[in-house]
């Protein structure tokens, strides 16, 4: 998927795909009713209606605005931080997939309808309008991941190395905390504290027990470097971990890392899905990874070089490697 | 904190591990109050047996350069920076004795004469 096919289905293809399927029925079924069921209760029967302009200009705001969103991003020219077009499209797309979605169901559905009230909000109708918006949501985010972002223009750092004799394993360990996160985590200890006091309900304070533990414990990360490549455990949490293999890594480097590149701090990306992930918790000193299959990772901790140097000896010192082209 | 150990060097694991915890507490790479990572991650990645780390983690103990408690973990003394320097006098001071050919034995009694 180049950068110009992904700015095309963004604003272009998706776009037309979905205005033709929300407003498509309406300019070619012929006879239609005049009031549709709009709004419907709690047990599918309807309780309110619209006339076929009200529902065209309802589901046609949403549409539009969801597209502007889409449209916007496919167009916009320069990187944006990462995750954002994603994000933005994706969330855009969904919304105005879902527009769409109600506007062809509702008068595809009650086409053949004399009074409004005959009609009946079915699961059938409702999993679709949901599936659809899903899909179009999806499909926005997958297109906008071929565009550049800022974290691909991270400045370029050193690559450093050391010297690993036949047989001798090294390690690294590097700590890092946020006190962004610590200070949050003393917040919601002491509302849980007062929770607890005041005899709060059992399953607010237990929620709230929960949520200062992880804060408390995300707010630590632990990153290690050694022969089996890349570990990032937050605060002793069994999940999430990341580990990247030695094998599937390309290269370390040193960089100086900038929250703004990644739209703010935290756990931002995802190699599954965006292709780039980091553990951001401040500005400053980072290791970057480069893996073979092009995905990048970045984790921000203090005296990087080590680390880095590690496991660009430990690559370098794999057997069979194929160098990449 | 950066360690590393050559399976195949003379010097026992222990004995590599032990020095590199003395020169990291010397150089401040260590620094008083520090807590260290946990044995068990730093000998999965240098593919020790953990109890082998942890014996030379006890040797610093004894040596009074760190701290082991339980839930609390393993610390750097605060007296740390002072002591390894005498604790690298004192092997210095064993290892030129040995080679002079003195057994243990005359070597405590040398230091016995001197408290």
Known sequence: ?325 | MLLRVDPSSTQSLHDQLAGQLRQLINDGDLPPGEKLPPARELAEGLGVNVHTLLGAFKTLRSEGLLEMRRGRGTTVTDAAPERADLVELARSFVAEARRFGLSDDTIRTTIEAQL
């Open chain 1, 1 to 325: 998927m180049t950068e110009k096919t992904a700015r095309f289905g963004l604003a272009v293809v998706l776009p037309v795909i979905i205005a033709a399927v929300g407003f498509l029925p309406m300019l070619l079924i012929s006879d239609l009713p005049e009031r549709f069921a709009s709004h419907f209760d709690g047990s599918g029967l309807p309780d309110g209606s619209m006339t076929l302009t009200q529902l065209a200009v309802t589901t046609g705001v949403m549409v539009t605005i969801g597209l502007v969103f889409c449209i916007g991003v496919g167009l916009w020219r320069k990187p944006l931080p990462a995750l954002v077009a994603p994000t933005a499209a994706g969330t855009g797309a969904f919304v105005a997939g879902m527009g769409a979605a109600i506007a062809a169901t509702t008068v595809i559905g009650q086409r053949n309808l004399t009074d409004f009230n005959e009609a009946e909000l079915g699961a059938l109708t409702f999993v679709s309008v949901i599936a659809s918006a899903a899909v179009a949501g999806l499909a926005a985010g997958w297109l906008a991941k071929a565009l550049p972002t800022q974290a691909d223009t991270m400045p370029e750092g050193a690559t450093p190395t050391m010297a690993l004799a036949e047989g001798e394993r090294a390690v690294w360990v590097g700590d890092q905390s946020s006190a962004l996160l610590f200070g949050i985590g003393a917040l919601s200890l002491a509302v849980f504290v007062t929770m607890a006091v005041i005899g709060a309900p059992w399953l607010a304070v237990l929620v709230v027990a929960l949520a200062t533990v992880t804060f408390l414990a995300l707010a630590r990360v632990r990153v290690r470097t050694d022969g089996s490549g890349l570990h990032v455990v937050f605060g002793g949490l069994p999940w999430p971990r990341t580990h990247l293999a030695i094998e599937d890594i390309e290269s370390a480097s040193v960089i100086d890392v900038r929250p703004k590149d990644w739209g703010g701090w935290g756990y931002r990306g995802s190699l599954k899905l965006l292709d780039q992930a980091g553990v951001i918790y401040r500005a400053g000193p980072g290791l970057r990874v480069n893996l073979r299959n092009g995905k990048t990772f970045v984790v921000t901790i203090d005296n990087p070089e080590m680390g880095a140097a590690i496991l660009n000896a430990e690559v370098a010192r794999l057997p069979n490697q194929t160098t990449p082209a």
